[in-house]
């Protein structure tokens, strides 16, 4: 088996989460894009999500991880109990996550279902991939909400759809190697194929922002239903 060898260093983050909600029991922030979720091993990556609660909310944990590029909504559990019974309605799939999206190109459908089984491949680090075989089950749901074009700084006019997007399992990179799949990657996905159509490459950000999270408060026993608009 390949060793898996991580030679990312996360650029500097001068982007401040955002507290959207805060109780005795649990946080709900806005995290921005470019800000790891965990500090990795390299010490130049340090800075991260819960580096920077920790010192705010000493003893809190993540429940659940958004990639470096993604922004949005995250909550984060501010003891291990309420660390467990979050934990558990993930694993239960009973918490509800929506993405907004620009995707590259014009989708032909306005809604559908993406199932494509994810594996991970060492060899190919941090690259996941499409496989049957070996694959973990993922399925993501995608709704249109609008098709336009983007006009570049040369003229040309960039056609992207924005979507909604419902991951129903939880694998890494699934929304992004998901939308590769279905021929439209994310705008701005450097690992997916988002920056390779003419125009893309400079783009200044993952276009992918989590922005809707339902649970039920673990406590109070209530709904929490949490929103966050897209920065873009």
């Known amino acids: 088996m390949s060793a898996i060898i991580d030679t990312f260093i996360a650029p500097p983050c001068h982007d401040e989460i955002e507290i959207l909600f805060q109780d005795a029991h649990l946080v709900l922030i806005n995290k921005p894009s470019g800000l790891l979720s965990l ?14 609660l920790v010192k705010i909310f000493p003893g809190c944990t993540l429940i659940h991880r958004l990639d470096f590029g993604t922004s949005g909504l995250m909550v984060i559990a501010r003891n291990k109990a309420i660390n467990a019974a979050l934990c558990h309605q993930f694993s239960q799939r ?95 996905c450097d690992l997916y194929g988002g920056r390779l159509l003419a125009g893309t490459e400079h783009t200044p950000r993952l276009m992918l922002h989590a922005s809707e999270l339902d649970f039920i408060h673990p406590v109070s026993g209530e709904p929490v239903n949490a929103r966050c608009n897209s920065p873009f």
Do not use: W
């Not at 680090?125 to 336009?148: H, N």
């Open 39 to 52: 500090s990795g091993k390299n010490p130049q990556n340090l800075d991260s999500v819960h580096h920077r």
């Open 94 to 188: 009973t918490v509800t996550k929506m993405y907004s999206a620009l995707l590259c190109g014009h989708l032909n459908d306005n809604e559908g279902v993406i199932d494509a089984a994810i594996a991970k491949d060492p060899a190919l680090f941090p690259l996941m991939s499409i496989c049957a075989r070996t694959g973990k089950p993922a399925q993501s749901r995608y709704q249109v909400i609008e098709r336009f074009e983007q006009r570049l700084e040369d003229g040309t006019l960039l056609p992207l759809t924005r979507v909604q997007l419902t991951p129903e399992t939880g694998r890494t990179h699934q929304l992004r190697i998901h939308c590769q799949h279905l021929g439209h990657p994310i705008l701005g």
